[in-house]
């Protein structure tokens, strides 16, 4: 794969409003794309617009889902910039979401963990990528 190559992570939810307005509210994302009853299955895409990954979040009808299989189930948010790490973290608390303690403790060093209404976590981490 090249570096054109985009990301859509894809799941399941039982709990579609609750997830999006975490992911919206909570994290800042954009919703990009709404769909309703298409062959069964209703859907939501946030990310931001121009970038190379969005997240789907899809509901079957007729079907459960359940929550995250673990607490180590997680996506990592880079945020060097302090000051935008400070206002990712303060958004989600202002949205009503505290943080959780990480199920490895080496994210709480430089960040802060938030669980989704699914179980599924999310690391804000105030560090550079450096891969």
């Known amino acids: 794969m090249d570096g054109g190559t985009k990301l859509r992570v894809a799941r399941p939810t ?3 409003e609750a997830v999006v307005a975490f992911y919206r509210d ?3 994302l954009d919703e990009l794309y709404r769909f309703h009853d298409h062959e069964g299955f209703d859907g ?9 990954y969005h997240l789907e979040f899809t509901r079957a009808h007729g079907h459960r889902t359940g929550r995250a299989p673990t607490e ?8 060097p910039d302090r000051a935008a790490w400070n206002e990712a973290v303060d958004r989600m608390r202002r949205q009503g979401y505290q943080p959780v303690a990480a199920f490895n403790p080496y994210w709480d060093r430089q960040g ?10 999310v690391v804000l981490q105030n560090a550079a990528w450096s891969i």
């Open 14 to 16: 039982d709990n579609l």
């Open 26 to 28: 909570g994290l800042g």
């Open 44 to 52: 939501v895409m946030l990310g931001r617009a121009g970038a190379a």
């Open 72 to 79: 180590d189930n997680l996506l990592v948010f880079y945020l």
């Open 112 to 121: 802060a963990t938030f669980e989704d209404p699914d179980g599924y976590r």
